[in-house]
């Protein structure tokens, strides 16, 4: 396996060189392609976090919950916080923070 195709690889590029891309997408409003996007991501980093053993990056889920959020859909924004939750989680202040996100989400879906 090349080393431009491997695990955390989408379309021949590190996952981590699609943030300014997400980013852009967002701005100019092309959410679905940016979830569509942010989705190849979040799997390129479950494979490369399983293949080298460490946490996977959790800004790729937490970009997915924003824009599910920013549609209404809760359904959605807790599908891929609990994914997230599966995963072994990287160093940092994010992964508690979207725990908790999760948390928050489960209470209000329970709410309504």
């Known amino acids: ?10 379309d021949g ?12 997408l967002k701005r ?22 399983s293949v080298e053993g460490f946490g996977v990056a959790p800004w790729y889920y937490e970009q997915v919950a924003i824009v599910r959020r920013k ?3 809760l359904e959605g924004e807790l599908e891929i916080l609990r994914r997230f939750s599966r995963q072994k ?3 940092g202040a994010t992964p508690p923070k979207l725990l908790l996100r999760m948390r928050k989400v489960e209470v209000k879906l329970r709410d309504v």
């Open 89 to 91: 989680h990287a160093p």
């Open 28 to 49: 100019e409003g092309t959410i679905d392609e940016a979830e569509s996007l942010l989705l190849r991501l979040v799997d390129a980093t479950e494979k490369e976090a």
């Open 71 to 73: 549609r209404g859909d």
């Open 13 to 24: 590029k590190h996952y981590t060189t699609y943030v300014n891309t997400v980013k852009q």
């Open 1 to 10: 396996m090349g080393f431009d195709t491997g695990p955390g690889f989408v």
